[in-house]
Antibody, heavy 131, light 107 residues
Framework: EVQLVQSGAEVKKPGESLKISCKGS????????????IGWVRQKPGQGLEWMGI????????RYSPSFEGQVTISVDKSINTAYLQWSSLKASDTAVYYC????????????????????WGQGTLVTVSS | DIQMTQSPSSLSASVGDRVTITCRAS??????LNWYQQTPGKAPKLLIF???SLQSGVPSRFSGSRSGTDFTLTISSLQPEDFATYYC?????????FGPGTKVDIK
């Protein structure tokens, strides 16, 4: 069974740093040919879903939404099948639930793009930033 | 970025009703359109990928279709567990933008 298990809720102050995690199991996390990426999605209280970025654990290829580039860092530790989302200086506006999800994507070499759905999701991590 | 719109933003329906939700992409995305269901306090769940392919384990009352850049999610006979918010998402090019969501509640 494919599972993505995220780290627990966090309460932080503005300006603090944070790194949350997402551990994958039940599938080949780092296989170069499997086409499994890990993505991050933000959901602010009472609002919709915002796509933040994705990373390919096999070769660390990372693609960010322009809205989040420079604001967060997505990384992976292949040795423990875990992806991360981190902030160097949190703001109150970062308060949200953050989901990781497995992207079952295929690579289009002609356009250097990836295409496909998020087929398995983590349970979400609530991040609260308040002074 | 590709913009995704959905209509309606909300609807009220009864158990057994046929429900249709529409999603439109701001430019061509082929059939790279996914539908997700989210219930309160839970993670989204993939229902339909590639516009009309049913994800494994999803009931057959859910179906999807495409006409150009317009996409439709249909629930043939609404069940109590289907009251939720539904999001479309383009999976054609990053950033994989989501629609604003359609909330389906009980009439």
């Amino acid at each position: 069974e494919v599972q993505l298990v995220q780290s627990g809720a966090e309460v932080k102050k503005p300006g603090e740093s944070l790194k949350i995690s997402c551990k994958g199991s039940g599938y080949s996390f780092t296989s170069y040919w499997a086409g499994y990426w890990i993505g991050w999605v933000r959901q602010k209280p009472g609002q919709g879903l915002e796509w933040m970025g994705i990373i390919y654990p096999s070769d660390f290829d990372t693609r960010y939404s322009p809205s989040f580039e420079g604001q967060v860092t997505i990384s992976v530790d292949k040795s423990i099948n875990t992806a991360y989302l981190q902030w160097s200086s949190l703001k109150a506006s970062d308060t949200a639930v953050y989901y990781c999800a497995r992207g079952s994507l295929h690579y289009d070499v002609l356009t250097d793009s990836v295409k496909g759905p998020f087929d398995n999701w983590g349970q979400g991590t609530l991040v609260t930033v308040s002074s | 970025d590709i913009q995704m719109t959905q209509s309606p933003s909300s609807l009220s329906a009864s158990v057994g009703d046929r429900v249709t939700i529409t999603c439109r992409a701001s430019q061509s995305i082929g059939s790279y359109l996914n539908w997700y269901q989210q219930t309160p306090g839970k993670a989204p769940k993939l229902l339909i990928f590639a516009a009309s392919s049913l994800q494994s384990g999803v009931p057959s009352r859910f179906s999807g279709s495409r006409s150009g850049t317009d996409f439709t999610l249909t629930i043939s006979s609404l069940q109590p567990e289907d009251f939720a918010t539904y999001y479309c998402q383009q999976g054609f090019t990053t950033p994989f933008t989501f629609g604003p969501g359609t909330k389906v509640d009980i009439k």
